[in-house]
């Protein structure tokens, strides 16, 4: 009795401190407080909207934990438990809807963001007492711009590493900065461009240099080509002319030797051509005239088709 219940303490220890550590990683990521003209709810109404990032390798369940505007009330708004959906996946996101609605659903909180002065947000533990994280957004927020970290889950020991590695950094030095392009439920940067495109048009932009290098790539490999026909043409018909050698019966030197000798032949035909009469040849001395044979009988009369003997009786 002792043994187990000893391994359930310690279960129930090991699952809290799994469970903390997950929280841990858990970091609001991107508010918009103003929203005229941006993404709608599941009820088709646009409200303030907070979103978490889970920044761990591993999925965490947010249900639990609390939301809140107010310091001094960190138990305002606690995410309801028994939701599959509060469960997000690594680096990935979830949507909380600003909108002092708490009745609509999970993701609707009981408070809502002001347009006019600055908000404070947090995110507490399931205790109501540890603080996960808590941002306070800037006042005079403009309409569907949304505040939103540099990159999604950095903090600001990440920052100072990448400036310190690239001090060129292209967003500059800033932890929380402004986004005209908001990306609620999704990467903070979404990249819907073609670094390669944007070169082309900055490098090339009447396309000239595309145009003859995808002439170059054709010609050159149309040579490519070429060369790798005729040299397989030569291997074949080597491999023939050994073949025919050999079915022969030659050696390679008998064949060499008969090779000569046909080009002697050759020639003593050429020469006894010369020596035609001019009587077969046309005005020009150098044509040969081909002569049909002709024939004055007709095969079918010759004697040897006609009957010589009369059909005896019988």
């Excluded at 609390?66 to 995410?79: A, S, V, W």
């Amino acid at each position: 009795m002792k043994y187990k219940t000893g391994l359930m303490v310690l279960l129930c220890i090991c699952s809290l401190s799994g469970w903390s550590q997950g929280a841990k990683s858990l970091k609001i990521n991107e508010i918009l407080v103003i929203n005229e003209d941006n993404f709608e709810d599941d009820y088709g109404k646009k409200f303030p909207w907070i979103e978490i990032f889970n920044s761990a390798p591993a999925t965490v369940n947010i249900a639990g934990c609390y939301l809140t505007n107010d310091l001094n009330n960190p138990r305002m708004y606690m995410i309801p438990k028994g939701d599959v959906l509060t469960r997000i996946s690594p680096r990935q996101h979830v949507l909380f809807w600003a909108d002092n609605m708490a009745t609509r659903g999970t993701f609707h909180v009981n408070f809502t963001l002001d347009p006019v002065t600055p908000n404070f947000i947090a995110l507490f533990d399931t205790d109501g007492t540890t603080l996960i994280d808590s941002i306070t957004v800037p006042a005079g927020q403009q309409a569907d711009i949304s505040y939103g970290l540099v990159e999604d889950g950095w903090t600001q020991e990440h920052l100072d590493e990448e400036l310190r590695l690239n001090s060129l950094y292209s967003k500059g030095d800033k932890l929380w900065i402004y986004y005209t392009k908001v990306t609620p439920s999704s990467n903070n940067v979404i990249l819907d461009t073609n670094d390669k495109i944007e070169n082309f048009k900055i490098n090339d932009s009447f396309g000239y240099g595309m145009t003859i290098t995808a002439m170059l790539v054709v010609f050159f490999g149309l040579i490519l080509l070429y060369l790798l026909f005729k040299l397989i043409g030569k291997i074949a018909f080597s491999m023939s002319e050994r073949r025919a050698i050999k079915a022969a019966g030659y050696s390679k030197e008998e064949a060499k030797s008969r090779v000569s000798e046909s080009g002697e032949v050759f020639a003593a035909i050429a020469m006894a051509i010369s020596e035609i009469t001019d009587e077969d040849h046309d005005a020009e001395n150098m044509v040969l005239t081909m002569k049909n044979v002709e024939r004055n009988y007709s095969p079918w009369s010759s004697k040897i088709y006609t009957l010589r003997e009369l059909p005896k009786k019988q």
